[in-house]
């Protein structure tokens, strides 16, 4: 045991060493940071290689931001002493996007992050970075299309870092992640087909807010017109179902007049389903 967990932690280090390279080859760069686990991950690094005016990380605020997120953000940039500016965009404006047919994703990444690279232009950056890392690959993710389209560089994925293994780096730097504020947009909420409207947005993100209290690591509010659709992981139903009054109380606050249970539980949509 004892073997494979060295064998695991010099192959950690390779990787991050890899990182750390990739970060200084790309600057001067933008990071676009979301206030997640993994672009936080890429922002603490960079942060240690590169000097202060070398790095800029840029917040997008829109209607499909998770509330508190771009706070949580500058928060972390502050924390590590890097340069942060907000970038407001509005979603609604993208006829394409809210549509909200099943290329959605890319048309999201495709103008928000020409926006970005418009904003890294003009402030004499060179590269925009995300926080693309390996596991993105396997689901279904059709902005990564227009990731690349654009020339957006990914250096987790080049260093081939993955979210277990980024998870275990912020422990091994004594640090807790940012776990309240990872995982996809608001947007995504919002079953494909079905017209992209701030009401909607509001509704979920209000929803979500208010379970936070009752602790549940992995939450997500599905929004069907009048029915909020809940998941949480298979391990929390119990859980969930001794809270139920409570959490349908909340719920129904906001506006749905249903409440139920994804019995499937949450799972990341992979490429195999489609």
Known sequence: MRKNNSARDQLLVQKIAALKESLLRLA??????????DSAFVLKVAAGVLPRDKLLAVTVVS??????APEAARAWADRWGVNHTYLELDHLRWLEFVRNDSRRCYYCKRNMY????????????????????????QEDRP??????????????LEAGLDKDEILRSFSLMEMSPPYRFSGPCLATRIPTGVPISRTALDMVAEAEERLLPFGFQTLRVRYHGELARIEVLREDFARL??????IVYEV?????KYVSLDLEGWRRKLKKEE
């Open 143 to 156: 902005g990564l299309e227009a990731i690349r389209e654009l020339g957006v560089k990914t250096p987790l």
């Open 241 to 246: 179902i001794n809270l139920a009054d409570e």
């Open 28 to 37: 001067p760069l933008v990071l676009a940071f979301s206030g997640g686990i």
């Open 63 to 68: 209607p499909i931001s998770r509330r508190g």
């Open 114 to 137: 020409g926006h970005l690279l418009n904003l890294a232009r003009e402030r004499g950056f060179r590269t925009l970075v995300d926080g693309t890392q390996a596991d993105d690959l």
């Open 252 to 256: 129904k606050r906001v506006g749905f």
